[in-house]
């Protein structure tokens, strides 16, 4: 499997997906113009990794801002991990928010609530 490696810009996430680590970051703001189209190659990516998952997964999301179409890109992100670790596989889904964004807290919280998999919230403190 080939890494990921996507430059962030004004208006997408950096993207950083290391096979052989088994680590997924995602980092930034994700308002991009068709939302589908730049999360597509991560849920493809994703379903090929699932075949031969690292024992361990750990993702870290650290999003300053998301729009309404990004979150259910994301959501499809998630639930591809969500297979990963039915399949009795560890997966762990680091959520950073600064210390004041309780939007961004709260977005997080949302998604533990719906994904079965293990969540650690973290604040970033400046």
């Not at 959520?95 to 609530?113: I, P, T």
């Amino acid at each position: 499997m080939e890494p990921i490696l996507i430059e962030g810009t004004p208006k997408t996430p950096s993207v950083k997906y290391d096979p052989e680590k088994g680590v997924i970051e995602i980092k930034g703001r994700s308002i991009p113009e068709n939302s589908i189209e730049f999360y597509k190659p991560l849920v493809d990516w994703l379903d090929d990794y699932s075949k031969s998952p690292k024992q361990k997964t750990l993702v870290n999301v650290q999003l300053e801002y998301f729009n309404t179409s990004s979150s259910k890109c994301i959501l499809d992100v998630f639930k591809k991990l969500e297979t990963i670790h039915k399949s009795n596989h560890d997966v762990q889904i680091n959520w950073y928010y600064e210390e004041d964004d309780e939007d961004m807290l709260e977005a997080g919280e949302d998604y533990e609530s719906i994904i079965r998999v293990p969540f650690k919230m973290i604040e970033i403190v400046d």
